[in-house]
């Protein structure tokens, strides 16, 4: 599957974005999709995932209440919503999937267990 994530900018704190990620060659309804940050000179951060059919999901806790993941199957896109914006929340933002959930959240927020990866987007929050 190929990803293609989309949506980031340039935004005040305070301020919200939301960001899109569209699947290709299969259908996401086969996957648990996450979402990861990267802020210069910081190590790959987990941020959210949502299993195969939208249902559950699970967020850090330095965005739970402020960010929302979401699905679209018939669209093959995933959403990460993001309110309340601060500076600290300033990375690029990369969508990932993988096609089997874990049992252990810990294990589903480790981007090493996941297969696909989309080009990232970068979002900017200015103080």
């Known amino acids: 599957v190929q990803l293609q994530a989309s949506g980031g900018g340039l935004v005040q704190a305070g301020g919200s974005l939301r960001l899109s990620c569209v699947a290709s060659?299969?259908?996401?309804?086969?996957?648990?999709m996450a979402w990861f940050r990267q802020a210069p000179g910081k190590e790959r951060e987990f941020v959210s995932y949502?299993?195969?059919?939208?249902?559950?999901?699970y967020y850090s806790a330095s965005v739970k209440g402020r960010f929302t993941i979401s699905k679209d199957n018939a669209k093959n896109t995933g959403y990460l919503q993001m309110n309340s914006l601060k500076p600290e929340d300033a990375a690029v933002y990369y969508c990932a999937t993988r096609g089997l959930s874990l049992a252990s959240p810990r294990a589903m927020a480790s981007g090493g267990n996941y297969d696909y990866w989309g080009q990232g987007t970068q979002v900017t929050v200015s103080s």
């Open positions: 949502i299993n195969h059919s939208g249902g559950s999901t």
């Open positions: 060659g299969r259908t996401l309804r086969s996957y648990v």
